[in-house]
């Protein structure tokens, strides 16, 4: 019974990540929010906006490496620029 509970707290706390912003947050939390990001690809995204400036668009995402378009889709809607 624990187990399932365990599980259904995952579960819960993964579809209620809160949307962030991706030209203020650290890379902990980038990889807490979006899917599919881990912490390496979110290091990557702090180094872009650090070396390029902020995110004008969330399609600009796919300039940094290892993230695609598909990436950028599943997370659009956690995506907050300013």
């Known amino acids: ?3 399932i509970l365990v599980l259904m707290a995952a579960v819960s706390f993964n579809v209620m990540a809160a949307p962030v ?3 203020t947050a650290d ?3 980038i990889s807490e929010s979006l899917t599919h990001i881990g912490l390496k690809k ?3 995204i702090v180094k872009y906006r650090t070396e390029k400036g902020p995110f004008k668009t ?3 995402l796919t300039n940094v490496a290892g993230i695609g ?3 950028v889709e599943k ?3 956690d995506i907050l620029l300013q």
């Open 1 to 3: 019974m624990k187990k």
């Open 21 to 23: 912003n991706i030209n």
């Open 27 to 29: 890379a902990k939390t």
């Open 42 to 44: 979110a290091e990557a």
């Open 58 to 60: 969330v399609e600009e």
């Open 69 to 71: 378009n598909k990436t």
């Open 75 to 77: 997370n659009k809607k």
